[in-house]
């Protein structure tokens, strides 16, 4: 089982480009089923979770392409509309593939993708919103089994909760419905911008009317297209993080400031210098962080829960107490744990988390629970003192490309170990310590 092995300590300073989004790249290559031609995808990240909606698209029939830092996806021949539970099981937000898949065939088959780590993540608003466009789905043991006889027609929706998911599936299965969709309350993230991008270069009549309105004019059909994925900034921030505690000096590239505000002010409030310029971003930070009080997770343009648990890493040793509450997800203090047996005083009431900053972590053996969890305790192993072993890496794999050949490039003592344990020997248990087998 692979492993990422962090030695504590090292300032990290230089300058880093940060990778396409992930989360812009996942819908927008759903969409790709929705288009009778070809798309090239550039600056489209290489994750497990974007090879999972790979098998996705070539199991559905289209041909795709990976080329340096690009996929080519030609759903000219999408022929299926049912997608194995193997596959779902994969990804949970292969959800977002239903939309498309309903609007390209008129029927689709997969199966509800269930919770994870940190929630039921319920995908209520996203059939409810489908059926308001004319989709019959039959649940059944968490099979869904949908059609749309005569295709989709347009409607006007209201989301209860700016939903990312669905208002992602709402767009997939708008855009090539018969006549128009008015949605209110539709999620703003950075992501859903991408994908009205794309889809509008695809041919697609989609219009933002601010404070989450949307507009979305069917169309009969939609083209190919060349598109550049945003810059992922969850990978921004996490980086900006591991800078911040170890007091360094780091430059992050191919970046969107504008993006970031949220988290920039957070960093500005522990004592980061932040300069910005067009496409790139310059954080110098001080020998020792600032805390930071009433941090509170919200919808876009708020402070992004995905963010929550490498900024914990980051005021786990800032001076003074920082609070964290999380308001987006119902199960998402999972590194509180691990960030504990590294020597954090954090205390969680409810959905706050309560941070007294200590002088230092200590490394230790670690678990990746989830994608940004893992991505923290890499964060909060860069700062500590010693060493810190992470198991069940597959989690940040998800997300974070080659993440420790990016921290390596910034001084850190990184390295990805295919055995198991640590790199020094008085790591391992003494051997006194072993049960002798024979005698
Ligand atoms: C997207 O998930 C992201 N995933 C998540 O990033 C991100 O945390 C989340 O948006 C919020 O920003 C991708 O883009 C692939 P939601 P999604 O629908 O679409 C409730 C990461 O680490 N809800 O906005 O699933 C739900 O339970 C991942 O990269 C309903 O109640 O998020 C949750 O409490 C993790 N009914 C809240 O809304 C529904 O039908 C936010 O969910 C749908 C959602």
Redesign the pocket.
Known sequence: MEKIIVQGGQTLRGTLRVQGS???A??ILAACVLVNGVCEIRNCPDLS?VRAAVRILRHLGCAVERGEDSLRVDARTVFRAAIPHALMRE???S??FLGSVLSRTGRAALCTPGG?E???????????SLRALGARIDETNGALCCTARGGLRGTTIRLR????????NILLAAAAANGTTTLYGA?R?P?IGDLIRFLNACGARIRDLGAGTLKIEGVPCLHGCTHRVIPDR?AAVTYMAAAAVTGGDVTLTDIVPAHLACMTNVFEQAGCRIEEADDRLHLRAPERLRAVRDIRTA??PGF???AQAAIMAALATADGVSTIEET???NRFHHVCALRRMGADITVEGCTALLRGVERLHGAAVSAV???AGAAMVVAGLGAQGETVIDQIQHID??YEKIEACLQALGARIERSADSGSTKPEQQFPLRLLPLRYG
């Not at 940190?118 to 409810?128: C, E, F, K, T, V």
């Not at 909760?161 to 992602?168: D, L, M, N, Q, R």
């Open positions: 992930k989360n812009a996942l819908p979770d990804m949970r937000s959800i977002v994870c940190i929630g039921a993540r319920p995908i209520d608003l996203h059939l409810s909760f700016p939903s990312v998911g669905a208002t992602e999620a993230e992501e969850i919808p876009y992004p829960t995905d987006i997800f119902e989830d994608l940004r998800r997300g």
